[in-house]
């Protein structure tokens, strides 16, 4: 039997319409736009108006990238939406989507794997499809992340933005997704977190103490070592070499990590896509904003190879590595 692949036959995304500069943020918070540029590669984000939810953007984006694969909502037979920002604690945002969509039967569910979520939920939905149970997937990545920040600790606030991005996966014999790497470790927690919620409650502080707390400079050092052996893993998997790659769609959390990624990979920078300078860390969002990014603008072309990866708050991280 040939093997069955999971191709992406479609992209689609969304960013919520109020751009903020860093420039704007130097006036609220003690900071400078050349820090934020130079530090990380930012120059805005967006950020969600009152009332707009991460399963807005979710919603938006899918709607999209089913125009552009030509697929109607009944024929989706799964969704998966990677969040760490869910409009509520349940039923999940990939439920809130799927009911929007009028996708309803599917199944549906939200995984949590903080930045890393668009790529765990683009393995899960790969082995739905490889395992012939799935022909057609909805895969996610979507966030509201500025929701979690404190405005007044610059360690955190410059960094994040608001976005969603989405992929229709097709069961295929043509590739395809040809690997794909998923790891944790939850000995890293205190570094990236978010230690409220409903087992160890809320705290009478602003907003309920939901808030972003990040060592940034250990999480920087890890992150560069992890993604430094997951593209090689990756490759290995794949049984493909650094050659063999055309475009590295990379987390966008900070320019200085792309760049440490790219010279592992002996990629010059302009086969590699960055929107971390327009849409700042989305964490579940960056990757899907950032292909959807590559294939509109006619960067990224059909028969070419993408590796894709993520790396965050757990630690997590995962990549992909398949032909568009
Ligand atoms: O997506 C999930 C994964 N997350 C990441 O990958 C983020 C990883 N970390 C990073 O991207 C970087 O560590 C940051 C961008 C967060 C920070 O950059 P850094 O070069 O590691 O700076 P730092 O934390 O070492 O801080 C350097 C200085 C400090 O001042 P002193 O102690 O040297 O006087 C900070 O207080 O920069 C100061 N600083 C700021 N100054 C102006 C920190 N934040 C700001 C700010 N504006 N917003």
Same mark, same amino acid.
């Given at each position: ?8 036959? /479609?992209?689609? %995304? ?6 903020? $500069? ?15 540029? %130079? ?20 919603? =938006? ?30 039923? $999940? ?13 599917? /199944? ?34 979507? &966030? ?8 007044? &600790?610059?360690?955190?606030?410059? =960094? ?12 295929? %014999? ?14 890293? *927690? ?14 009478? &502080? ?26 090689? &893993? ?28 790219? *010279? ?41 190879? =993408? =590796? ?10 995962? $990549? ?5």
């Amino acid at each position: 039997m040939a093997p069955i692949y999971s191709r992406i036959i /479609a992209t689609g %995304s969304a960013l919520p319409e109020r751009a903020v $500069s860093n420039a704007d943020l130097e006036k609220i918070v003690d900071t400078s736009d050349e820090w934020i540029r %130079s530090r990380t590669g930012i120059r805005q984000r967006h950020i969600a108006a009152d009332g707009e939810t991460t399963g807005d953007l979710a919603f =938006l984006a899918a709607q999209r990238a089913l125009e552009t694969a030509g697929v109607k909502a009944a024929e989706i037979d799964l969704i998966v939406v990677g969040t760490t920002t869910p409009d509520i604690i349940f039923p $999940s945002t990939a439920c809130l989507v799927q009911q929007r969509l009028g996708a309803n039967g599917c /199944a549906a569910f939200d995984v949590n794997a903080a930045c890393s979520g668009f790529m765990y939920a683009l393995g899960i939905a790969d082995k739905f499809i490889k395992s012939g149970q799935t022909k057609k997937a909805l895969v996610i990545g979507a &966030e509201t992340l500025t929701r979690m920040i404190d405005w007044n &600790e610059r360690e955190t606030c410059v =960094l994040f933005g608001d976005g969603a991005g989405a992929v229709v996966l097709e069961a295929s %014999s043509e590739p395809g997704i040809y690997a794909t790497c998923m790891h944790a470790d939850g000995g890293y *927690k205190e570094l990236l977190w978010n230690p409220v919620g409903v087992s160890v409650g809320f705290k009478d &502080e602003p907003n309920h103490g939901v808030r972003i707390k990040m060592a940034g400079r250990e999480v920087f050092k890890v992150a560069v070592k992890t993604l430094d052996s997951l593209v090689g &893993e990756t490759l290995e998997a794949a049984g493909m070499h650094e050659a063999d790659i055309d475009w590295l769609i990379p987390h966008q959390a900070n320019l200085r990590i792309i760049e440490a990624t790219a *010279k592992r990979l002996e990629m010059p920078m302009d086969r590699v896509i960055v929107t971390v300078d327009q849409h700042a860390n989305t964490s579940s969002g960056s990757v899907p904003l950032a292909l959807d990014y590559a294939v509109r603008s006619g960067k990224v072309q059909r028969g070419q190879n =993408l =590796l894709l990866e993520a790396f965050g708050g757990g630690f997590t991280w995962a $990549s992909a590595l398949l032909r568009y």
